[in-house]
């Protein structure tokens, strides 16, 4: 056998991945795009059930007070996806609800003043106006570093190897939602499991009218299969017997959502009355909002990625970071019970599809916007069971986490700085958080517990985000370990030409504004 060359075993690093035959700014025919937009609505869905499903309960309300909150989320959400796609980034990124709110509005909930309302309705009520109230005040913190540049400059220290553990840990710091779900009722989780990855990948070859529809739609075909055998075995009575959780999780009909959702109802800003403010629970606020900031930069060099784009320049990343600032506002004035930030699980279906069409996410957003206000039928997809979510979540997250590797290919990996870096980063990004949890699990509240409420939802908040620990750790290490003369080493030369609006050609293509507005708001 000859000898290989080594220009003929190495693959050299790709701005753009490859494979993709509908890209950021190209879009399949209108039939298509439309199928495909309602196959991110409900993927939308799971996120925007499960927050509220938790919270609601927790804050005294009822399932009507919790299909109401469901529509808000996902109205408010549909609003975010349009303003994002159209005037901040311009990445294909569908805007939902965000687990990283959960911390400081548990905190509210448990708040003295508030859990000891006698009337459930009025403790809801009340509940929800202090969340409001937070999330209003808090949005400040994205709205001042987004269209300050702030951000932006400092996005400056980030390399290809910090961001590196900061990108795979939004997808693998999610673990905890993917099969320890599906768990929760196996006879439908790895069903819905092997069912998506068949489709997806093993018969993604099959094709009609040049259309590869078990590859392309393989998210709606395995749902529906998964969705009508679920339902089979609760007409059949196969859950009659069994524990009230293993119900919860398998039924198709314990959601109690369609029954409570009205026909017709539009969300409004401020539906649940005027918001409060409270000094404590807006800088526990602020510690989410820091997270959620730091998660979407993640995703949306994830997302870049696999819409075949260049990376957002800093200056389109700071306005992402602005328009998201705005969202976070929308929460908090329609009273979405959570904050927003990028769907990680959209993010990774734009992989599944190789569709990372702009159009389709804004016709999702469109889906969004109808079924919220179209309360019974939206109440019906958003009953399908949460298991069904979370075996397309193993495969989603997994994706977006290997995106984050492939930055990889842009750094010197036989640097042992580069592998320290790397391998530190990434295991305290997943450990630190997990001994969080762990913690809060066991003791009932997290390991910061003094005095001082808004201290302790400021630490338990930054702490349990993996991507916030591997952003403070990989940029910390990455900007003082032997950072002279490893430019070049650490992907900078690559990196540098994507920094500025004009230091790549194709920026003008994926993120010049609509409407010509370019004019007033020149990029930098």
């Known amino acids: 056998m000859a000898d290989i060359k080594p220009e003929e075993i190495t693959h050299p690093p790709m701005d753009q991945l ?17 199928v495909l937009g309602f196959q991110h609505y409900i993927l939308a869905l799971g996120t925007a059930v499960m927050i509220p499903s938790f919270l609601v309960p927790l804050m005294g309300g009822t399932d009507g007070d919790k299909v109401r909150v469901v529509q808000t989320l996902l109205f408010v959400g549909g609003i975010n996806t349009l303003l ?11 805007i939902g609800g965000s687990y990283a709110f959960i911390v400081p509005i548990i905190s509210i909930i448990q708040d003295s ?37 702030l951000w932006g400059i400092c996005s400056r220290f980030f390399s290809p190897l910090g961001m590196v553990p900061v990108v795979a840990a939004v997808g693998f710091g999610l673990f905890n939602r993917g099969f320890p779900v599906v768990g929760k009722c196996v006879e439908i989780g790895v069903p819905m499991l092997i069912l998506f990855v068949a489709f997806s990948q093993y018969l993604k070859h099959i094709h009609t009218r040049r259309v590869p529809l078990l590859e392309r739609f393989a998210l709606l075909a395995a749902t529906a299969i ?39 109802k539009i969300p409004y800003p401020l539906q649940w009355g005027a918001p409060t403010f409270d000094a404590g629970h ?4 602020m510690a989410a909002v820091l997270v959620s900031l730091i998660e979407s930069t993640g995703a949306y060099k994830a997302a870049a990625r696999l819409a075949s784009a260049t990376p957002p320049p800093a200056h389109v990343l700071s306005r992402g970071i602005g328009w998201q600032g705005i969202g976070i506002l929308l929460d908090g004035l329609f009273g979405t019970c959570t904050g927003s930030t990028v769907s990680v699980e959209n993010v990774g279906l734009l992989g599944a599809t190789r569709v990372g069409s702009r159009r389709v996410v804004q016709i999702s957003a469109g889906f969004m916007i109808f079924f919220s206000m179209l309360g019974k039928f939206g109440a019906l997809f958003a009953s399908i069971p949460f298991p069904i979510f979370a075996a397309v979540y193993c495969v989603l997250f997994g994706l977006v ?19 320290f870096i790397t391998g530190v980063s990434l295991f305290l990004g997943l450990s630190i958080p997990e ?8 003791a009932r509240h997290g390991p910061a517990h003094t005095d001082a409420g808004w201290f302790n939802d400021f630490i338990n908040t930054i702490f349990s985000s993996p991507p916030t620990v591997a952003l403070i750790v990989a940029v910390f290490l990455d900007n003082t370990l ?24 194709r920026n003008e293509e994926f993120y010049t504004l609509p409407f010509n507005l370019n004019r007033f708001f020149p990029p930098s």
């Open 18 to 34: 490859q494979g993709f035959e509908y890209c950021i700014d190209s879009n399949p025919s209108w039939g298509e795009a439309v």
């Open 282 to 285: 807006s800088f526990g606020m």
């Open 435 to 442: 001994y969080f949890f762990s913690y809060t699990q066991s």
């Open 84 to 94: 994002q796609t159209l005037f901040g980034t311009r990445l294909p990124t569908v």
């Open 226 to 264: 998964i969705w009508l055998y679920a339902h089979l075995l609760t007409v059949g009575g196969a859950y009659k017997h069994s524990p009230p959780l293993t119900q919860s999780h398998c039924r198709t009909d314990r959601a109690n959502l369609i029954s409570a959702a009205p026909w017709i």
């Open 482 to 505: 032997e950072f002279k003369d490893t430019a070049r080493d650490r992907g900078m030369p690559w990196w540098a030409r994507f920094r500025t609006f004009k230091g790549d050609s």
């Open 113 to 149: 003043s508030l859990r000891d309302i006698p009337d459930d309705h009025e403790r809801f009520l009340q509940t929800i106006r202090a969340i409001q109230g937070a999330l209003i005040v808090a949005s400040s913190i994205q709205i001042i570093l987004g269209y300050s540049q």
């Open 401 to 419: 986490a290997a995106v984050g590797l492939s930055f990889l290919q842009f750094t010197n990996m036989n640097s042992m700085r580069n592998l």
